[in-house]
């Protein structure tokens, strides 16, 4: 639509923007995949696009196979960065994501493994650094989560291995990066709206978005000093493979339902709060977080 020789931005209802709730019955096996989702998500593939905001950035973004990580890794790309996609071991969904990267001219690099394990943290910004020479932005996006509906039926190995996937890798990760980023390089970490509000079958998960949120707090003091900026974003409920795959079915199908939206993010519309935060826009920024959880309040 044009108007006065102008087109003119189609307005739309945010509650009725994506599908709502109910959604159809489905189970994935951990960690799940895109293509087994219904409805499929929307991770700006026919949407996003780009304004040179990250141009010549390097990135690497963990869980950038699916999901957030997804969508960030298409907006970055399309913003100018090339980008380090680390990923557990969804083969497809990984090959997929670099394809977008690469559509949109970008290098992509794809390094599979556990990032529970501090020697594969080391090893994915060893092989950007070799790839790259350089890393401007690190997303500390992949996480782990398993509803239980009580204390007892939390397995201690599951415990440990939430925390190591969710927070200790961002220890890890970032102390392998922080040599090799120069000022005015960022880091984002993906907390979660379970940082205020935890849901109490996600008692692991939630304690571990509690600390991230913390630690990116405390982090980005530490590190001002060097000029590298640390901050996060807090999604609510967002429509991803790792709902199916880890959630009772009761809950997949009202996912979302009882935000003030009244349904789950999709994706996309994420990404744009990390490009903000990876980009010069947000000069000002440390230790912020940006909450992007369809009205759910955090305070």
Request: charged content about 25%; some cysteine; hydrophobic content about 35%.
């Amino acid at each position: 639509m044009k108007e006065n020789g102008k087109k003119k931005n189609k307005m739309q209802d945010p509650q009725e923007k994506y599908p709502k709730p109910d959604y159809p019955k489905q189970k994935q096996d951990v960690p799940g995949t895109e293509a087994e989702m219904d409805p499929k998500a929307d991770h700006g593939e026919e949407s996003y696009k780009g304004n040179n905001k990250l141009e010549g950035k390097k990135a690497i973004i963990t869980g950038g196979d699916s999901g957030i990580g997804r969508a960030v890794a298409i907006a970055f790309a399309r913003e100018g960065a090339d980008v380090l996609i680390s990923y557990l071991e969804e083969d497809k969904d990984a090959k997929e994501t670099a394809k977008y990267v690469k559509e949109a001219g970008r290098k992509a690099i794809l390094v599979k493994g556990d990032i529970s394990k501090e020697p594969h943290c080391k090893k994915i910004v060893e092989k950007a650094v070799k790839e790259f020479g350089q890393i401007d932005i690190l997303v500390n996006n992949a996480a782990f989560q398993m509803a239980r509906e009580s204390l007892q039926e939390i397995p201690s190995e599951e415990w440990d291995y939430t925390f190591k996937t969710n927070i200790y890798a961002m220890f890890w990760l970032c102390k392998a990066a922080e040599p090799h980023m120069k000022p005015g390089s960022t880091i984002v970490n993906t907390t979660s709206i379970n940082a205020y509000k935890p849901k109490p079958i996600l008692l692991a998960y939630a304690a571990t978005k509690g600390a991230i949120q913390n630690y990116t707090a405390g982090l980005a003091q530490l590190l001002a000093e060097k000029g590298i900026r640390v901050n996060c974003v807090a999604p609510g409920p967002v429509w991803t493979p790792l709902i199916p795959a880890t959630m009772p079915q009761e809950e997949v199908k009202t996912f979302g339902k009882d935000t003030p939206l009244g349904r789950a993010a999709q994706p996309a519309e994420l990404a744009p709060a990390f490009v903000l935060l990876a980009s010069e826009d947000s000069s000002y920024m440390t230790g912020s977080t940006v909450q992007v959880t369809g009205g759910t309040p955090s305070i």
